[in-house]
């Protein structure tokens, strides 16, 4: 069957995802793209989502690759790689510049030197950084607020708002050094929660006002949605695995009966339920209240109409969605992942590795990010008006 293959490798702390699809040619181009395999293997090496010892990752890493090929029947030679350790981080700026035209018309150059002016700004205070995404999120001429996007307006002056995700470029680095120590091309890298965004989140979502939370093992990551953009992304150092310990020192057991009794496995351990369920609830809140600062700080607090969907291993613990309802003020849901594609996909935790490849699928010039292992600049707003539904 033809079809190009693409491949999105998801390296997590807890578990490292493969997922292998095959795009659509021709006419069925515009269809969504088919799962033809998929592998996982245990995360060794990592810490809160940075490597800390590389021989271990690849090891993973290509456990997973195999495991995946296998079932696809395809070699993969390239793949697109999420980052989404505790150092993936947002920095806001502003540009502006004259309009070029002499008749005052605003062209597709004004633009991006005004996104150009905008990193200008900030280059200088993020070192050690490297950005990966550079998002317009709102633009002004002559101070007038532009609905939708700027071209053709006529005006003075352009001025941009925007929002750089940016991660240590030391991590990025090191994350590429382990897929092309496998043999494999790493064609582009992704911000993991704008990745999952691609399959949990739908253009409905995005366009009221949302935020997707990723309880993760050792992190919590979220993104913030308004009129289909991305307005925020943040990571905190915070996540399942803390519950784990929680139960462990609550309950005075050993780490591994922690893990089963949370995940709601049968245990030979007798306890308290409602105990359980106030360690559980407790970090919980923790965890909701570090995501409410942000969004204080970021003026969303309780005026995000879709609410907040979360995803990730932490999403699946009892009386999480009435916890970030009564903490958040919003509406709340538990995620689920599309279960056709053959079954191949089981659970939401596959979200990242999957819209790897939906972004991967969609890559060309005039919808992909900023490619880091090429450096081209490209613009990625197109990408979250157009695809899902």
Known sequence: MKGRIVAGVDIGTYQVKVVVVRCAEGKQERSLPKIIGTGFAESRGLRNGYIVNEGDVVRSVRSAVLQAEKVAGVEIKKAYVSVGSVGLDEIMSHGEVITSRADSEITQADVDKAMQDSEDRI??????????HAIPISYTVDNEPVLGQPHGLKGTKLTVESMFVTAYEQHINNIVNVIENIGIIVEDVLAAPLAASF???TKAQKRAGCILANIGAETVSIAVFENTIPISIKVFPIGSNDITNDIALGLKIPLEEAEKIK???ISSVNYSKRKLEEIISARLSDIFELIDSHLKRIKRDGLLPAGI????????LSNVEDLAKSSLRLPSRVATLDPGQNGKIKD????VAYGLCMWG?????????????????????????QFLP
Do not use: E
């Not at 939401?348 to 979200?351: L, P, R």
């Not at 890559?363 to 880091?372: C, F, P, Q, R």
């Open 361 to 385: 699928a969609n890559d060309n010039d005039a919808v992909s990010g900023l490619s880091i292992a090429k450096q081209a600049k490209k613009n990625i707003l197109a990408w979250f008006s």
């Open 348 to 351: 939401a935790s596959w979200a």
């Open 199 to 201: 399959v949990m989140l």
């Open 123 to 132: 280059i200088n205070s993020i070192p050690n950084r490297k950005i990966l």
């Open 263 to 265: 995940r709601g496995g």
């Open 309 to 316: 969907i979360l995803t990730g291993g932490g999403s699946g």
